[in-house]
């Protein structure tokens, strides 16, 4: 079974967060119902093409925030892999969402007068 339970705009286009039981996921769909990102349980972040990060729950002065570390691409292996770090609020719902529109901004640009 699946459920809307976030609805959201980057630009002109919608998306969505959908809660899949069956997989025990949340899944970002855009407005042609593709997936592109898909939330684990285990909190893995992962895309069509395979992982592309995971969440940790930190502290982080003094507070409890969720952190997400995006996994780095060697493009060559004589180079240092330098992983990103994106320290969000505690609330992971919120911490998911603030990260779809950074991926989709990423694979998508628009111009900032779109946004």
Known sequence: MSAT???F?????CFSHVLNTH???VELH????????VYGAD???????G????FEAEYVDGQPHWVYYESCERHDESAP??????????DLPTAEVELSKRYISMADPVD???R
């Open 23 to 25: 997989h025990d996921s």
């Open 81 to 90: 892999c330098e992983q990103t770090r994106i320290v969000y609020g505690p």
């Open 51 to 54: 992982r592309v990060g995971n």
């Open 9 to 13: 705009h980057v630009g002109q286009r």
């Open 43 to 49: 909190a893995r972040v992962r895309d069509q093409r």
């Open 5 to 7: 339970i976030k609805i």
């Open 30 to 37: 855009d407005e042609f119902n593709e997936i592109l990102l």
């Open 112 to 114: 900032d007068d779109e």
